[in-house]
């Protein structure tokens, strides 16, 4: 593994080997001494066109954690906001002898071009309304501490697909990991191409949370309703969308009892999801928040902590 | 310690350049048993003084099942509890970056931790000794023990730092070209150790 900018670059068994890294890597969490050594002398920059304090942290903790040098390049005050292009962002920080970069930005595919640019490795920390493959992997890691195997597990997301770079990485992941996959979501906020996609679709949350559309549900994934990526139209009201699309207490009470419930966060409380559902205790809101530690953890050292297949050959 | 192995270093080396050869049996699974047997008693007889305020620890992936069946020895002869547990060392290893990114094993500690107590590490076959200073490295990140010891199955010589075994189930004499093989019941469905020439 070279780089990490979507799900589908993680065949069953990668993903497998990343989630198991995570277990031993969170183990750690409840050390006295929270550092390992495996990327002394490794440099990282978090290259950050877009705001994130969730991913942003989570990132500099993992590899903080891991010794390697972690180095934040926020947009807003660089040298994109003097009319630098992309590419010779990315290049200026690269030539710096950075080992990887783990860069977001509000365009999707962004990080792939700058993946194709530069020499180092590039791990994806959400491009546009495309992929967010981390988010994925912690969601499996959460999912897999509370189901286990999630061979046949059937996995409902709700809410603005749209716009929503996690539904897809979601999709693709638990898909690769053999899970089922549900989207529920009014129809202005379903993709176009979401036909093409390897889940099912439904505009009906009670009956999908139900089973009677397409079988037991063994996880909700509530979305973020992205009011800043909106110009309004997708729905009629705020109210209207809680009513018909919200994690209610009474829609809780619909999934089975084993049944957890995600959320990426930063959670639109009242909105999307209850403060009942969100401080159930289904909510696995904060597992999945130290499970993102531990994922990235265990995606920089795969990425890092080995020798490049290209060192193999030179030595 | 104990007896050498005669001749299976030379006729492995003799028989260079042909067809493999077979593998040539070091410890049979009996006595794989009287070694660990022996290693117990040798470990009760050091830490009886210390009212057996140690913990094993075992390296994987061999050296875990290892401290386990020491640790049920000691158990039936001393007739007290050691508590186990396990230190993967890959995250320490000096040789990360020299080849494709490894996976991790268990890191399990012991019942009530290692500070303040005499841990023995445990592992199968003791070589360069790299392994062992990588765990020694991975111990300070758990806690302090008051001392450090070792104990191994088969001490094979060809170090290439100070390191020695405290407790050593056999020394066994080889060339660095040859392979150890150790196998257990618990992961590999028998006891025995074997010495095999590298392809």
């Excluded at chain 1, 290049?91 to 993946?115: K, W, Y």
């Excluded at chain 2, 002869?77 to 508590?83: E, I, K």
Aim: net charge negative; charged share 25%; glycine share 8%.
């Amino acid at each position: 593994m070279k780089n990490l900018l979507s799900a589908a670059d993680l065949d069953r068994d990668e993903a497998t080997a990343i989630l198991d890294t995570a277990a031993r890597m969170h183990a750690i969490q409840g050390r006295e001494v929270k550092k390992l050594p495996p990327l002394r002398g490794r440099t990282i920059v978090n290259l950050f066109f877009e705001d994130s304090t969730r991913t942003r942290s989570s990132f500099e903790i993992a590899g903080k954690w891991l010794s390697a040098d972690v180095i934040n390049v926020s947009a807003k005050g660089s040298s994109v906001s003097k009319g630098e292009s992309l590419r010779d962002t990315a290049l200026t920080v690269a030539a710096m002898g950075v080992d990887a970069l783990v860069v977001r930005h509000n365009a999707s595919g962004a990080v792939q071009r700058i993946a194709g640019w530069v020499g180092c490795r590039v791990v994806n920390a959400g491009d546009g309304t495309h992929e967010h493959p981390t988010q994925a992997l912690l969601d499996a890691y959460t999912l897999r501490n509370r189901l286990g195997d999630l061979e046949g597990r059937h996995v409902v997301i709700v809410g603005d697909i749209t716009h929503s770079r996690v539904a897809r990485s979601n999709v693709i992941l638990l898909n690769t990991l053999g899970a089922r996959v549900t989207l529920v979501a009014p129809p202005t906020l379903m993709p176009s191409g979401v036909a093409s996609w390897t889940c099912e679709t439904s505009w009906d949350l009670d009956a999908t949370l139900s089973g009677k559309e397409f079988g037991d549900v063994d996880a909700v994934m509530m979305l973020r309703v992205q009011r800043e990526r909106m110009s309004g139209g997708y729905f009629a009201t705020e109210r209207e969308y809680a009513i018909n699309y919200g994690l209610s207490p009474q829609r809780l009470d619909l999934l089975a009892e084993h049944a957890p419930v995600l959320h990426p966060g930063p959670m639109n409380r009242g909105l999307e999801i209850s403060s009942v559902a969100a401080d159930s205790a289904r909510s696995v809101v904060l597992d999945q928040v130290q499970a993102g530690v531990a994922v990235r953890m265990a995606v920089l050292y795969r990425l890092l902590a080995g020798a490049a297949e290209e060192e193999v050959l030179s030595v | 310690m104990t007896g050498h192995a005669p001749t299976s270093a030379e006729s492995a080396d003799a028989a260079d350049g042909a067809a493999i050869p077979a593998p040539v049996p070091v410890l049979s699974d009996a006595d794989v048993a009287r070694v660990i047997d022996r290693i117990a008693h040798q470990i009760i007889e050091n830490t009886a003084k210390s009212g057996f305020d140690i913990a094993l620890l075992g390296i994987p992936t061999r050296g875990v099942p290892l401290a386990q069946r020491l640790a049920a020895r000691i158990a039936l002869f001393a007739d007290t509890t050691v508590p186990v547990g396990s230190l993967d060392i890959t995250l320490y290893r000096d040789d990360l970056r020299l080849r494709g990114v490894r996976p991790l094993g268990d890191t399990v500690e012991p019942e009530g931790g290692i500070t303040g107590r005499t841990v023995v590490l445990v592992d199968d076959v003791l070589f360069s000794g790299r392994t062992i200073r990588a765990a020694l490295d991975a111990l300070k990140d758990l806690g302090r023990p008051r001392a450090v010891q070792l104990a191994v199955l088969v001490d094979r010589g060809h170090r290439e730092l100070p390191i020695r075994a405290d407790y050593v189930g056999k020394n066994l004499p080889t060339a660095t070209a040859q392979n150890v093989r150790v196998r257990l019941t618990e992961i590999d469905g028998v006891d025995c150790v074997e010495l095999e020439a590298a392809e």
